[in-house]
């Protein structure tokens, strides 16, 4: 459950799981049955919430519904990425005419 860092990392199987279980507990409040699993309240609470929300649950951080989210992610970063070197290169002095002298004035 536990990738290293002090983050906890949860598989999706573990969060559907943890649903169920509080679904078939209903003798057990909210709260008793995240101390139960070992996690808090209010996480077990967003895992009820999107469970029910019906979209693609627990997909977890850098996994895309399809190949094209994938893809038009990566142009985004890439557009990103471009626009930045770009932002540098127009506020970066031209090096060359430093210390030269304007041959339109001498």
Same mark, same amino acid.
């Given at each position: 459950?536990?990738? +290293?860092?002090?983050?906890?990392?949860?598989?999706?199987?573990?969060?559907? !799981?943890?649903?169920?279980?509080?679904?078939?507990?209903?003798?057990?409040?909210?709260?008793?049955?995240?101390?139960?699993?070992?996690?808090?309240?209010?996480?077990?609470?967003?895992?009820?919430?999107?469970?029910?929300? =019906?979209? !693609?649950?627990?997909? +977890?951080? =850098?996994?895309?519904?399809?190949?094209?989210?994938?893809?038009?992610?990566?142009?985004?970063?890439?557009?990103?990425?471009?626009? !930045?070197?770009?932002?540098?290169?127009?506020?970066?002095?031209?090096?060359?005419?430093?210390?030269?002298?304007?041959?339109?004035? !001498?």
């Amino acid at each position: 459950m536990e990738n +290293g860092s002090k983050h906890r990392v949860f598989t999706k199987q573990f969060k559907l !799981d943890s649903v169920e279980y509080r679904s078939t507990h209903p003798e057990l409040t909210t709260p008793e049955c995240a101390m139960n699993l070992g996690v808090g309240r209010s996480t077990l609470e967003k895992w009820i919430v999107e469970l029910k929300s =019906g979209n !693609d649950v627990f997909r +977890g951080t =850098g996994n895309y519904v399809s190949e094209e989210a994938k893809e038009n992610a990566r142009l985004r970063k890439e557009l990103k990425d471009t626009k !930045d070197a770009l932002e540098v290169l127009k506020n970066e002095p031209l090096k060359q005419s430093v210390g030269k002298s304007n041959s339109f004035t !001498d």
